[in-house]
């Protein structure tokens, strides 16, 4: 058993919890968030160093704001912990450089959340491209919407990089992922309407266009409100066959991410125990950063 510290008990830690409770090989020990989390049955702490003291974990996953990946993993790293992080690992590429460095300085175990690499239906997806069953992929379009938007602080482009960081990197490391193919190029057009008080550089809703080295194009269009629900869907069109796939949509969407950050997890225990892992490398993490600041 895994024994993991959660650090950040917000939206994304609370889901991760909900997500591995009953894996039988990870398990949350500890968390450190300075604004407590006093409902959760875990010893709580402020900070790293209180928790390294304390001790009873094996490894952290990092489920702080973005603004803090930097810092929060540079301390883990120094102090030799295994680390899972929450996408996207810093704001910038400088961010996910630094954090390279500082787990290379470490020599831990890192890896980094992008889900959806732990989706069957999307693995199953990447294995026939790989097979060349659609043939040359020619364009591959991301939906990503979220049912509502997360809070004004949470969307602040200081703390999570806005839309364009926070969410269209999952789909940039999806493409990449999915085609085998590195994103070399994106352009980006925020949307011009609106329903709330403006956000200072979080447009409500934004679309990228991208191509890839092996020539393939990539639309991403994103938004923080989609009237039917969350809505996460791709499809893919190749010269022999064409995919559509909306993975995270309705319940089946919310239990198959579920299920995808409790595989990620427990990917991330067979790495510690010196196995191999499918997840995000920073690597994969810094070209995503990197194709957002074309
Ligand atoms: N993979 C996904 O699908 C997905 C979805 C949502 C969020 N995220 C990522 O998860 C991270 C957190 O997002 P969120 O929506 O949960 O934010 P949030 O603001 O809801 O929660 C962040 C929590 O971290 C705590 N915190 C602040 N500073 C801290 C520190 N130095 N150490 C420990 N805890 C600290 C806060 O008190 C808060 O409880 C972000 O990096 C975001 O990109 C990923």
Not at 185 to 207: I, K
Not at 230 to 245: I, K, S
């Amino acid at each position: 058993m895994l024994r993991l510290a959660l650090i950040g008990a917000g939206r994304m830690g609370r889901s991760h919890l909900a997500a591995l409770a009953g894996s039988p090989t990870v398990t949350v020990t500890a968390i450190v968030d300075p604004i407590g989390a006093a409902d959760l049955e875990v010893p709580v702490y402020p900070d790293i160093a209180t928790l390294c003291k304390a001790g009873g974990f094996d490894a952290a996953l990092v489920a702080a704001p973005t603004r803090f990946h930097v810092t929060v993993v540079r301390e883990l790293a120094a102090a030799g912990i295994p680390t899972l992080c929450e996408k996207p690992c810093g704001l910038v590429p400088d961010d996910a450089r630094a954090i390279r460095d500082a787990v290379a300085a470490g020599g831990i175990a890192f890896r980094v959340g992008y889900w959806r690499r732990h989706v069957p239906e999307l693995q199953a997806l990447a294995t026939r491209i790989a097979a060349g069953e659609l043939g040359q992929i020619q364009l591959v379009v991301c939906y990503h919407w979220d049912v509502e938007p997360p809070p004004a602080a949470f969307r602040d482009p200081r703390s999570s990089g806005g839309i364009l960081v926070d969410v269209a990197v999952h789909e940039l490391d999806m493409m990449a992922w999915l085609t085998g193919s590195a994103v070399t190029s994106m352009t980006y057009e925020p949307g011009g309407v609106s329903w709330h008080p403006p956000v200072e550089g979080d447009p409500e809703n934004a679309a990228a266009l991208v191509r890839l080295a092996s020539g393939c194009l990539g639309l991403v269009t994103m938004g923080r409100r989609w009237p039917d629900g969350d809505h996460q869907r791709v499809e893919v069109v190749g010269t022999d066959g064409v995919v559509t796939l909306p993975f995270g949509v309705g319940p089946a969407g919310d239990a198959r991410i579920r299920a995808a950050l409790r595989a990620q997890a427990e990917d991330f225990a067979r790495l510690v125990a010196g196995g191999s892992s499918v997840s995000a490398t920073i690597d994969d993490a810094l070209a995503a950063l990197t194709a957002t600041a074309h």
